[in-house]
C-alpha cells in the first residue's frame, strides 16, 4: 500500500511559477512509475506528466517546455515544477503512482492550482 500527499498548489498569476510535491510512504517509492494528473471542473482527467523507474519522462503536448517532473528517490518525493503558468492550467493536480506508466494504482487527494489572467 502506497499513500500520496500532495503539496505546494495555490492561487499565481498568469505567468508565474508554482512547484508541487508529492511525498510517498512506503519503503518502494524507487520501483513505482510517478505521474502527475490534473482535473479541471467539466472536464476529464489528464495525464500531465509521468516519470518511470528509470528516469524516462513524459509530458502532455499543452505542458512542454513549461513543466519539469522530477523525483528523488531518497525522499520518497516527486515534483512537478510549473512556469509560465496559463489560467487554462488551473485545475486539481493530482499525483498518481504505479507498476507501469500506463497503470496508475494509488492516487493523492489532489491539490488545487488556480491561475489568474
Known amino acids: 500500500q502506497v499513500q500520496l500527499v500532495e503539496s505546494g498548489g495555490g492561487l499565481v498569476q498568469a505567468g508565474g511559477s508554482l512547484r508541487l510535491s508529492c511525498a510517498a510512504s512506503?519503503?518502494?517509492?524507487?520501483?513505482?512509475?510517478m505521474g502527475w494528473f490534473r482535473q479541471a471542473p467539466g472536464k476529464e482527467r489528464e495525464l500531465v506528466s509521468l516519470?518511470?523507474?528509470?528516469?524516462?519522462?513524459g509530458y502532455a503536448d499543452s505542458v512542454k517546455g513549461r513543466f519539469t517532473i522530477s523525483r528523488d528517490n531518497a525522499k520518497n518525493t516527486v515534483y512537478l515544477e510549473m512556469n509560465s503558468l496559463k489560467p487554462e492550467d488551473t485545475a486539481v493536480y493530482y499525483c498518481?503512482?504505479?507498476?507501469?506508466?500506463?497503470?496508475?494504482?494509488?492516487w493523492g487527494q489532489g491539490t488545487q492550482v488556480t491561475v489568474s489572467s
Open positions: 498518481a503512482a504505479g507498476p507501469k506508466s500506463s497503470t496508475w494504482t494509488y
Open positions: 516519470i518511470t523507474q528509470s528516469g524516462n519522462r
Open positions: 512506503g519503503r518502494t517509492f524507487s520501483s513505482y512509475s
